[in-house]
């Protein structure tokens, strides 16, 4: 977790069919896709300092995505 914002690593132990977020970078932008982790294991540190999939991880669509925030606005932005 970022400073602030609630661990939620520990919710997801013992889960099945787990995604996490990676960044890929293409040319001068980045962008997020999802890779399907076994275990909490599978994540490493990221260059941005946050755990995400490994690059082996194979890439998925999660039906469900939980985003930790402090809040959104009208337009679903994340603030925090």
Request: hydrophobic share 35%; net charge positive.
């Amino acid at each position: 977790p970022v400073k602030g914002e609630v661990d939620l690593l520990p919710f997801y132990e013992n889960r099945d069919n787990l995604a996490f977020p990676r960044l890929v970078f293409v040319k001068n932008h980045s962008e997020i896709e999802y890779a399907k982790i076994e275990t909490l294991n599978d994540l490493s540190q990221s260059k941005l300092n946050f755990k995400e999939p490994n690059k082996n991880a194979p890439i998925c669509f999660p039906n469900i995505i939980i985003i930790p925030g402090i809040g959104y606005d009208k337009k679903y932005n994340r603030l925090g």
